[in-house]
């Protein structure tokens, strides 16, 4: 089945430093979404998108929808210490589908 | 934050007793999940329901079932629990098919 990779399992930013993170996959998904978890609780959805090539942001977080559809990212910028947490990409291949999960990116940040 | 609750939150239990988790919604989704999280796995889809009295099995089904009776209440059972159910589950809901929002998990130790 589908699968989406997610690496490095975990990142470690200085406070105030930009981080970049990418999904990928070698099957094409019409959506792809991004959650944060942070520790003892659910995922929590940061941002959706729904088109192939689009930007879209939610404060300091911008995520893109890649162009060839196998791929998308997320950038935070100017990390603070409550962006601590794992990081999850979820993609829909297409039409009554389920969502593919990545494993997580674990994201420290030192103050 | 959707509003979905999970109950119990916590619970120990000994090997081969029946063990039910219940998912609760107020927002009057149409769909709603269940999955496991396990370090090295992410999250694992168990099984979905996609109204009242309609559910499907998910990848990782065996040992598991699921009722769903009303709208608002999505059941998930272990028949007999075993040490391998030891995980933390997440219900989730969406009203589409893409964007899932998680209820708060429930951590349970099989002894």
């Known amino acids: 089945g589908q699968q989406l990779n997610q690496s490095p399992q975990s990142m470690f930013i200085q406070e105030g430093e930009d981080v970049s993170m990418n999904c990928t996959s070698s099957?094409?998904?019409?959506?792809w979404l991004w959650y944060k978890q942070d520790p003892g609780e659910g995922p929590v959805l940061l941002i959706a998108?729904?088109?192939?090539?689009e930007l879209t942001s939610n404060g300091r977080l911008t995520a893109q929808f890649g162009i060839t559809r196998k791929d998308s990212f997320l950038n935070i910028s100017a990390s603070i210490p409550s962006d601590v947490g794992i990081y999850f990409c979820a993609g829909l291949p297409g039409a009554n589908s389920k969502l593919t999960f990545g494993k997580g990116i674990t994201l420290s940040v030192r103050p | 934050d959707a509003g979905i609750t999970q109950s119990p939150r916590h619970k120990v239990t000994e090997t081969g007793t029946p063990v039910t988790l219940r998912c609760h919604q107020t927002?009057?989704?149409?769909?709603m999940y269940w999955y496991r999280q396990d370090p090295g796995h992410g999250l694992r889809l168990i099984h979905y329901?996609?109204?009242?009295?309609?559910?499907d099995k998910g990848e990782v089904s065996d040992g598991y079932s699921v009722s769903r009776s009303k709208t608002e209440d999505f059941l998930l059972t272990l028949e007999s629990a075993t040490s391998s159910q030891t995980s933390v589950y997440f219900c989730?809901?969406?009203?589409?098919?893409?964007?899932?929002?998680f209820g708060p998990g429930t951590r349970l130790l099989v002894l």
């Open positions: 989730a809901i969406s009203d589409l098919l893409e964007t899932q929002y």
């Open positions: 099957s094409i998904f019409n959506t």
């Open positions: 998108l729904y088109k192939a090539g």
């Open positions: 927002e009057n989704h149409r769909y």
């Open positions: 329901s996609y109204g009242v009295k309609d559910t």
